[in-house]
């Protein structure tokens, strides 16, 4: 049981104990107290006739349109349903967790003028498992309105749910099965539910992670290719990094020459290997230091008061906290990174095929001429790279216009989510193709019966593509073997140097 005692205590760590590792919540009596307060804040500058956007006034271009008392009652569950304008594909329930823990987080806060009523209804749906289906596009507007919509109307017994197979379901059913009904919503808290960048946070917590493992099984097969070649190891010492004054190129090389060091001097046939082998570690740097950086956005979003209006010392001030484009930003920047380093593995791949550079049999064919090899292995990570190419083009770079030109301006943090997801599937078929290049060069090696074995730091690696896929001795469809190796990837069951 995780216990919250305010919006300062959601850590990246926690969140991902929740959505993902399915830890409970609960809520210190300080959260609590904290929350009730906010809640009178409200209330009070309701009693004194001050306009709130959202509660006392519509929304967007209708701002200016004053609600009477009857109106304003029905305006907050209404909020949430006349927005849900979205369609699946869903987010992934992990996801959907993210997101309501990181909501919960900010109306923790005080500032979102919310119930402790709630927040604790909130945590009871974390708590058993009530997954919003929440769309996974289609969020052309500022802030995250259509998909919060989706995700909270929900609590309110509209909408949908996901059942543990990815099947949707009626939320009010949902929540009868759990002994609970709809939440009744009182002032402001569906503008506070619909508000900020819960979503943005959620997802570009989800794809970080991805991102991060990604990152290391593209150390993983880079390495694999250095000693699949025989490249020499000149590029990978730790005076490079010195030179650099690079702590992050540091740590990289000194990753690279644990998994591929080992072999004599001298043992490479050629003076330099091709440029996309030497400068694998500081495009791994590269990416290690976009991710970093990412993942301080992260942590610093999961804290940030994004309410639009936020109680503040008695005032209910509107605000950008919305515009989540620090995380868009990161996010395509990490597309980038990954779609450079995709590039480099795909270049180390065509160098296996070719016999001037690997010593080995042109297409890794152990008969060339009868028997194809691996060229097309190639020919599939060049199709992956070529799209991967399109989508590191940013998201967030580009405006439009929305509710009568009051909304002009837009982060698209859910589509570069979208991007950054398929990037790094893409990613990963550029990897399987690389690894199954070096686990067939690690057995022609082997034919010749003069060589050791991969370097000690790969031969985990290299035991476990063995079982995975068979050497290529004949012309056979790879691409289930390559399908093998991604699934491999996805579930992160091949041991990294």
């Not at 539910?193 to 880079?222: I, Y």
């Not at 009568?404 to 979208?418: H, I, K, T, V």
């Amino acid at each position: 049981m995780i216990t919250l005692a305010g919006h300062g205590d959601l850590s990246r760590e926690t969140v991902e104990a929740v959505a993902w590792g399915g830890q409970r919540l609960a809520l210190a009596p300080a959260a609590v107290e904290r929350v009730a307060a906010g809640q009178a804040e409200l209330a009070a500058l309701l009693a004194r006739g001050t306009r709130v956007y959202g509660v006392s006034t519509g929304m967007g271009w209708l701002a200016s349109v004053d609600l009477d008392p009857a109106a304003q009652e029905r305006h907050q569950r209404n909020l949430l349903l006349g927005r849900a304008v979205g369609g699946p594909p869903w987010l992934e329930a992990a996801e959907a967790r993210a997101l309501l823990v990181a909501r919960l987080g900010n109306l923790l806060s005080g500032h979102a003028g919310v119930g402790p009523e709630l927040c604790r209804f909130l945590v009871d749906r974390v708590n058993d498992g009530l997954v919003p289906a929440v769309p996974r596009r289609g969020a052309g507007s500022p802030g995250e309105v259509v998909p919060l919509a989706h995700a909270f109307q929900t609590l309110a017994g509209a909408g949908l749910v996901l059942r543990p197979d990815g099947s949707a379901q009626d939320a009010g059913a949902a929540l009868a099965e759990r002994g609970a009904l709809p939440h009744r919503l009182r002032a402001k808290e569906g503008i506070a539910l619909l508000a900020g960048s819960p979503l943005a946070t959620a997802l570009a917590l989800a794809r970080l992670r991805s991102a991060e493992r990604l990152a290391g099984q593209l150390l993983a097969s880079a390495a694999a290719a250095i000693d699949a070649l025989q490249a020499p190891l000149d590029p990978y010492d730790e005076a490079i990094g010195r030179l650099a004054g690079n702590p992050l190129l540091g740590e990289v090389l000194a990753d690279l020459r644990r998994a591929a060091g080992g072999r004599a001097a001298g043992e490479a046939a050629r003076l330099q290997a091709p440029v996309s082998f030497r400068v694998a570690p500081q495009t791994l740097a590269q990416l290690r230091r976009t991710l970093g950086r990412l993942d301080e956005d992260v942590r610093r979003a999961l804290v940030a008061v994004t309410d639009s209006p936020a109680l503040v010392g008695g005032r209910a001030l509107a605000g950008g906290g919305f515009h989540a484009v620090g995380l868009a930003s990161g996010m395509d920047a990490a597309a980038v990174a990954l779609a450079q380093a995709a590039e480099l593995a795909g270049q180390r791949l065509h160098r296996l095929l070719d016999g001037r550079f690997s010593g080995l049999p042109d297409q890794l064919s152990p008969d060339p001429g009868p028997v194809t090899g691996l060229v097309a292995v190639h020919k599939r990570a060049v199709g992956a790279l070529h799209e991967a190419r399109r989508l590191a083009t940013p998201a967030s770079v580009g405006q439009a216009e929305t509710s009568l030109g009051q909304e002009d301006a837009a982060s698209f943090a859910p589509e570069a989510a979208e991007q950054l997801r398929r990037v790094e599937r893409l990613t990963r078929e550029v990897v399987a193709c690389e690894l199954l290049a070096a686990r067939q060069a690690w057995w022609l090696r082997g034919r010749g019966g003069r060589w050791d074995g991969p370097a000690p730091g790969l031969r985990p690696l290299a035991a476990c593509l063995e079982e995975l896929v068979a050497p290529v001795d004949r012309d056979r469809p790879l691409g289930p073997d390559l399908e093998r190796l991604i699934g491999a990837l996805e579930r992160h069951e091949l041991p990294l140097p």
